[in-house]
């Protein structure tokens, strides 16, 4: 929900990757039990059931409940460069005990 206020976006329009994974190096995640996921949100803006109600002034350090062990130290993004060179680098840091994430563009007629 932060990720979605600072891009003015609503439940349901998605983020950007770089701003998500920036967040998660700057802050813990925060926990399901208080922001419980839902994949579509079928339910009008600002209703309870949808994300958009979430308060995103929580404190971890005021509330125990909102701690989570998941965080990430730091990120770093792949510059467009050959699918080779790409499969190489990701082998070497995972290889090295890191982890990767990826994103990818899907597009609209994958789902059709």
């Not at 460069?81 to 990767?100: C, E, S």
């Amino acid at each position: 929900m932060t990720v979605l206020a600072e891009e003015k976006k609503s439940c349901g329009e998605g983020t950007s990757p770089a701003d998500t994974l920036n967040f998660l190096v700057a802050n813990d995640a925060p926990s399901l039990a208080l922001i419980p996921y839902y994949p579509v949100c079928s339910y009008p803006p600002g209703s309870e059931e949808c994300l958009d109600a979430v308060d995103v002034a929580q404190d971890c350090a005021n509330d125990p409940q909102l701690c989570t062990d998941l965080a990430i130290g730091s990120r770093n993004g792949v510059a467009k460069q050959p699918h080779a060179q790409v499969l190489d680098d990701v082998k070497t840091w995972i290889a090295a005990g890191n982890v990767v994430q990826m994103t990818i563009v899907v597009p609209i007629e994958f789902g059709k």
